[in-house]
């Protein structure tokens, strides 16, 4: 029989009832360390004082009006975002993929406006993952969750990560844009290296093409910048955010140049919910953490002091890991086990992490946390890689 929730997910019989930092307790009151964050969402931990004054503050006084009226914690967020950024101007939706989709409409529409409706299609790279409407997809282009939706939505062209030769060959006249994650999350923690990100803004250059940057999971403070983009010097077109700028609260958003939203006028485009004021008051009290005098340096420091305690960590376990990846505090254990059965057996030892494409264990802690926190983690990694050598 169905349960009364659509069972989409492969989910542990766990369930949580409080949390604090990086700490989160089950109905039994058992401690687990968070080192998954809610996939890359709780950017600042569980319960983070100035989070819970201001949603609570907020609450008591207005939640939604629409975007038929002027909302000024959103116009607030907006300037905030676009003066920390390359960005110009920024749309406001709920979710991770609903920013991919804002995104690749607006560089359609950028296209359109300049004279150029012919170009719809969107270069995308393979273990790409941008979120699960049709079009998101058909971005990804993975078999597993296109199979069985119908025709995949056209406007879509794969090409191999990293090989800026197949990105040239898949430039057709209809191109309107290209997409990438500068560190690939779902598809295995994969860092695109800074020249080739170099290498795809010249090319839109060259044919007039948008450079989209899916930075959901990356950005706000992830990787040690507020955005991944920065380790490179490349700044994109349109950038897609969400996960960590909500810290938990369901938040996205789309942030451009002027030049690539020119196409987007009054009536393009719109979200019921998106930017509404229990949201943006969220967003803002997120940014006054992260964008904080030193916030990025902690980051910067925990996760090299993270990176170091793991290398040592594969070092001293050859059999069950191969080496550690990823940037900032979106760290990757590439497995020599079955990476399912690992995380299984880490959340045996009471500590969460996520699993990824290429058989990679995600690690996706709060950025708050502090050395303290990192040797826990390293104490129930090692334990638990312990179990695959004792026969
Ligand atoms: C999570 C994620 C998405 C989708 O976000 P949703 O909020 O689940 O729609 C898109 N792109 C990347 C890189 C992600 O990590």
Known sequence: MITPVLPTYARTDIAF??????????????????????????????????????????????????????????????????????????????????????SIKMARRYQYKNGHPERFRTITFEGAFHGRTLAAIAAGGQAKYLEGFGPKTDGFDQVPFGDIKAVEAAIVPETAAILIEPVQGEGGLRPAPPEF?????????????????DEVQTGVGRTGKLFAFEWSGVA?????????????????????????????????????FGGNPLAMAVGNAVLDIVLAPDFLLHVQKVANFARQQLAGLVAAHPKVFEDVRGEGLMLG???????????????????????????????????VIGEDEVREALTLLSETAATFETP
């Open 17 to 102: 009832v409080r949390g604090e930092g990086a700490s989160l307790y089950a109905e039994d009151d058992t401690r687990y360390l968070d080192f998954g964050g809610g996939i890359a969402v709780n950017a600042l931990g569980h319960a983070h004082p100035h989070l819970v004054k201001t949603l609570t503050e907020q609450a008591g006084k207005l939640w939604h009006t629409s975007n038929l009226y002027r909302i000024p914690d959103q116009e607030r967020l907006a300037k905030r975002l676009v003066d920390a950024t390359f960005a110009d101007t920024v749309f406001f939706g709920n979710s991770g993929v609903e920013a991919i989709e804002a």
């Open 197 to 213: 990100l170099r290498a795809l803004c010249r090319l839109c250059d060259e044919h007039g093409l948008m450079l989209i940057f």
């Open 236 to 272: 994109p077109d349109i950038m897609a955010i969400a996960k960590g700028i909500g810290g938990g609260f369901p938040l996205g958003a789309c942030l451009a140049t002027e030049r690539a939203a020119s196409g987007m006028t009054a009536g393009s485009h719109a979200s019921t």
């Open 333 to 367: 254990l590439k497995m020599r086990v079955p990476n399912t059965e690992f995380v299984s057996r880490l959340f045996a030892h009471k500590m969460l992490a996520v699993g990824a494409g290429d058989n990679v264990v995600r690690l996706l802690p709060p950025l």
